[in-house]
């Protein structure tokens, strides 16, 4: 099984060999298509893996025996079509929103979105706008909003609040596991342009929102940040900056927090975003009215000629050991102490 299975990794990695050999010499087709050239970026990184490792070990075999049975069989016969067994989920709905284009932000010096605040970097074009949801994860309208997204087969960022990840990690890790991007919006949603918030204060409150969102997801948030009722501190702003950190403002407010119904929240942001054209749009998977009004939204979205936008940024946020650390011993989490006594100790002879 081992030989078969190495000879399987072998031929694999000599198919991504001379796909990587076969775009370089044939430069003008991979700057072509887009396709291409995602193909052949990922036969790069593929290339960079396979010859940092040269001899694959027996681990590598080991995790290679976890491919399901069929994949492993299609790969065996055509190593090439297994370069592209990306984990891409269908859309059931033909007729979906969907996502018309994925940016990807180099936080460096954190830069700010939103024209509300932040005026330099203005990439969306006309008709493309970047869902946003702040304050969750909560229970029952954290997941209405999720699965109306999914019904329309799109993608939004989110903007949890440090003490909700804590509360409903297992939500907050459906937000991820959504494909959405996850940042941080404070740890306790403190306004960090208060007088009385000190710049200490404010730095403890974006790392450890960040923090505890890493610990409930059990992976690096993105470094997206968005400031408590949109009260940019400067002291704070560079801060961020010098983390790296990019900060969101939006460039629509749908005001969902005050609504007194869904139709109220779908009018309020169509009436906006027919007059501005595009845009961020800030809305709270916090709030019931905007789980109940989110599939009608879509779909007025899809009906004026919108698209959706989602960002990612390049890569995740480092968070800060001390402040990983310290999350964990305030939330005095006991290693294990969930775990059925049966799980534990088992008498393995008597
Ligand atoms: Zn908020």
């Known amino acids: 099984m081992r030989n078969a ?25 991979a700057s072509l298509a887009a396709p291409a050239t995602i193909s052949a970026r990922q036969a790069e990184r593929l290339l960079a893996t396979a010859s940092a490792k040269p001899i694959p070990t027996r681990a590598d075999v080991e995790i290679t ?7 492993a069989a299609a790969a065996s016969s055509a190593a090439l079509p297994a370069l592209q067994a990306q984990p891409k989920t269908a859309c059931a709905n033909p007729d979906a929103l969907g996502v018309s284009r994925v940016v990807e932000i180099d936080t460096s010096g954190g830069p700010g979105f939103g024209f509300e605040h932040f005026k ?8 493309e706008v970047v869902l946003t949801f702040d304050d969750g994860p909560w229970p029952v309208n954290t997941p209405a909003v999720l699965k109306a997204l999914a019904d329309e087969c ?19 890790k459906q937000v991820a596991a959504a494909g959405h991007t996850v940042g941080a919006h404070t740890w306790s949603h403190a306004n960090l342009n208060s007088k009385k918030a000190s710049e200490q204060q404010a730095k403890d409150e974006v790392e450890k929102g960040f923090s505890a969102v890493k610990l409930a997801l059990g992976a690096a948030p993105s470094p ?19 983390r790296n950190i990019a900060m969101f403002s939006c460039d629509l407010d749908s005001f969902d927090f005050r609504a007194k119904d869904a139709a109220q929240i779908v009018n309020t942001v169509m009436t906006k975003l027919d007059k ?17 009004a989110l599939p009608t939204l879509l779909s007025r979205l899809k009906a004026g000629g919108y698209k959706i936008v989602q960002m990612k940024a390049k890569a995740p946020l480092q968070t800060l050991p001390e402040y990983d650390e310290a999350l964990v011993k305030d939330m005095k ?10 799980n534990v100790v088992q008498t393995v002879s008597q």
């Not at 775009?23 to 003008?28: D, G, K, R």
């Not at 989490?333 to 049966?342: F, Q």
Request: charged share 10%; hydrophobic share 50%; proline share 8%.
């Open 224 to 242: 997206f940040f968005r400031f408590p009722q949109l009260q940019h501190n400067p002291a704070a702003m560079a801060y961020l900056g010098s």
């Open 65 to 71: 025996a976890a491919i399901p049975a069929k994949l």
């Open 5 to 29: 299975l190495g000879l399987l990794s072998a031929s694999v990695v000599a198919a991504v060999v001379i796909a990587a050999v076969w775009f370089w010499t044939s430069s003008p087709r």
């Open 154 to 172: 799109t993608k939004a960022v989110f903007f949890p609040i440090g003490k909700h990840a804590t509360y409903h990690p297992a939500i907050l």
């Open 120 to 127: 330099q970097l203005d990439f969306l074009t006309d008709k």
């Open 276 to 292: 501005q054209g595009k845009g961020i749009i800030l809305m709270h998977d916090f709030q019931k009215h905007t789980g109940e």
């Open 333 to 342: 989490l006991p290693a294990g102490s969930s775990r059925p006594i049966g």
